[in-house]
């Protein structure tokens, strides 16, 4: 308390300077009077008595310094001097503090805007309540395309009756539905959940209350939460909107909660859709989801770890249990596996590596900026070697200076800092903004206190890293020697030089690091578009449409529904052709329903869990002939197989190559394990490979049926057009009302657009990298031409003297640009070094490109020798005008 | 420069070198108490006295030292005229101060107590 108080005191001390000096100097005068005056009543003389009376006191001044030490706080004292002083001289050079201040806020802002990102979808909790526990459980078959596999509803069952580790489980599928009653029909995305689902995740609804155990039993389930956006969107955010009906699929249902703003819990391994819900809807076990034999596997399970269990203790429970189930239904869980996973790594792991990189680069690209301020600082140091000289000379100690230099730095960095942060919050909201929707599943960052933190702690980095070395260069050069040096011809110091070669070498070794990592990522995202898709994407347009089965009750409607439909649409002006299929290429069902098994011949006795599996793909007429998708052998549909199931299937080549490697595939009968007959089907043709989702995969051996084989309600409609396809979007939509004025389109892109959609993260990714890239090269391009530029200034003399004594222009020139390519060459070798290194970890980005790429590393090791030569030619050129008898007479 | 140095080291509050400085505040804050307001010569001059002239006291180390008991609140200081007619800034004793006194005098009393039972050869024994 009294510290404090004496510490304000200290503060006030600060200020009103004048007056208190002015006391303190009446308090000495009337001290020392009224000591000469006993000194002279005890018969000195007046000489002596005032000798006397100083040496007693230990002089005025003495006294008045340290009384002023103790007056206000001497470090702040100096530090408001420091700073006062800094900004004197930075006024006095607005040149290299616009480029100093402009430099650092590139640099810091850049780091700050990756990390806000960084931070906000790898490290931020989750949103929910102790969300460190959530874990998703998949199953895992080594046979299977994806690691992660979607659960079966049995399987699901004894996991939570088997299990010691999890303290609740729930499931989740995702679906469409259609919204109607009110306005216009609409399609929503659809969850459906276990009745416990808000409670596994510790969400309090917004409004309302979640589902009970109650809304689990058959006959109870017909309730909804609805989500935020849609409670706004649709429902006009009206408060009273609980307990009020909707329609489902034709079915009514009670608004019983709105979730909170925000809330959306979407793992896109396991979305059968590919949307985001808009709506969560209990789903009641019907009673064949007891039976292996009548379910596949669709769900995504998720769980919260009881108090205290790890993530090893829970994987390891659950590899007992899967085993024992393996054992126990061989012919349906023999080689399944199941794999716990924290929900955290669910939601962000696909970005995770792309963002753990971007990091990186734009740390480099920071330290470029640190390096390029850092030899700026150093030039005016070089420049102001006499001023420092005669501050020394005055009694300041190098710690004094270097501080001083120290606050210069601190105090361009904070203005860079500042200006950068501001620059990174609202240069990451205007990107995500513009960035393609789901691309981070992030739609605006905050400088919340991690990283306003950060961000002071690169500010500071930064400021060490630029200031320390100037400061730290001129401290220790022979200051006192430069006073006795002719300031102006003086070579720079042995050691300055040094430091700044040092300088130019990491900026060139670190440039060549962010180009050869941007340009294997340009490389791999030229032969990602190049990848054709296996069908023509020009001038196609692609909608969804999903028929509810209440009005549709049996596959004969829905088969006379998409026929009348088709053809409607054919006569649409600016049609070619036209048909459908569930889930065509692009559509955003990343891995749905690649994996059904399939019944080859002579292979009808393996048990379900070890067939071969397939790709399921159901298509309208026309399909192959619409999507332009070839065929390689055999023949397409005939009508009358696509208005009633003849038992015909088409093929693609990757599973003619994988099933039938030695025999004609054509005429061969096989079946899957989606139907509920399981009537072999004969192949009729074999058409090339789509990819289906991601232009970087692989193919999967893919099965195309007719329609009315698997008829469902839900499909996508494929319109190869003449005319710009959006265009005939207003037609479809009168056509679909002409048939049933209730149904909704939805999911309205063209084909070119979900190709562009589906690289879209490879394409942002690139993008950010090269722009990281280039911006390091102009970094690097400056650096080495502000190192250049001063040596050819401080040997202007040397120069000068050698072309008095004959050198031919041409000399200076090699000179000059000689000694530019000696730091660019060693940089780029350093840099290559590293590259090599460093490039390895970008393994999981690249296409059908090396990391190590011999061509690439050349490429960007040309293109930064060509660049540091240009950037030190012109300094050279300024050396070859050199007027000899100029530069000598200057001397 | 040296001595600005050293200067600074005793006036920082908590440091060891502290006794000296801390002991100086003690005997301003006695002699206030004792003698009513007083300048700072007289505060120095009377402390030497005290001590028999024992102590050779720098008048300069006086004036920190009273800053720093005014900073705590301890002492208060106006300016006020000498008997000899002369301007010059009274110090006095508050509230704090008095209390303050009261509480360092004890703890010099028990610290110089237990040292001298230190020191003397029966106290060791026992």
Redesign the interface.
Known sequence: MRALRAWLSRFGGLFGRQRRDRELADEMESHLQMHIEDNLARGMTTAEARRQALIKLGGVEQTKESYRERRGLPFLDTLLQDIRFALRMLRKSPGFAAVAVLTLALGIGANTAIFSVVNAVLLKPLSYKDASRLVVVWENNPHHVAIHNVVSPPNFLDWRAENRVFQDMAYLADTRANLTGGDAPEQVDVQNVSANFFDVLGVKLALGHAFTAVNGRQGNDNVIVLSDRLWRDRFASDPAVVGKSIELNGKSNTIVGVAPRGFDLFIAEGSLTGAHPQLWAPFVFPPEFHDRAKVGRFFTVLARLKFGVSLMQAQTQMNVISSGLAEKYPQYDANWGATVTPLREEISGAIRPALLILFGAVGFVLIIACANVSSLQLSRAAGRKREMAVRVALGASRWRIARQLLTESVLLAATGGGLGIFLAIWGTNALLQKSPQNLLNLSSVSADPRVLAFAMGVTLFAACLFGFLPSYSTAYSQIASSLKESGRTASASEHSRTIRSALVISEIALALILLAGSALLVQSFVRLIRVNPGFDAGHLLTFKLSLPASKYKHDAACIAFYGAFLDKLRQIPGVRSVSDENLPPFSGFALMGVATGVVLPGKEALPVSERPTTAVRVVGSEYFRTMGIPLVGGRTFQPAELSTAKHVVIVNETFAKEYFPRTNPIGQKITIDMKDQNVPSEIVGVVGDVHGSDLSAAPWPTTYWPYPELAYSGMTVVVRTRVPPLSIVPAVRDALSSLDKDEPIANVATMDQLISNSVARSRFAMFLLAVLAALSLVLAAIGIYGVMSYAVAQRTNEIGIRMALGAQRGDVLRLVVGQGARLALIGVLIGAVGAFALTQLMRTLLFEVSPSDPWTFADVAILLTIVALAASYIPARRAMEVDPMVALRYE | ?T??TS??SN?K?GSKNDVQQGTLALMILKTLDSMGAL????IA?RIEQTSGNLLSL????L??AL??L????YIASEWGV?T?N????YYKLTRAGRRQLEREAQEWEQTAAIVARFLSPEGERT
């Open positions: 420069m001595d600005k200067d600074k006036y509050s300048h700072g010569y007289g001059r720098n008048y300069g180390t004036y920190p800053l720093k005014e900073q705590e609140g000498s000899n002369r301007k010059a800034k």
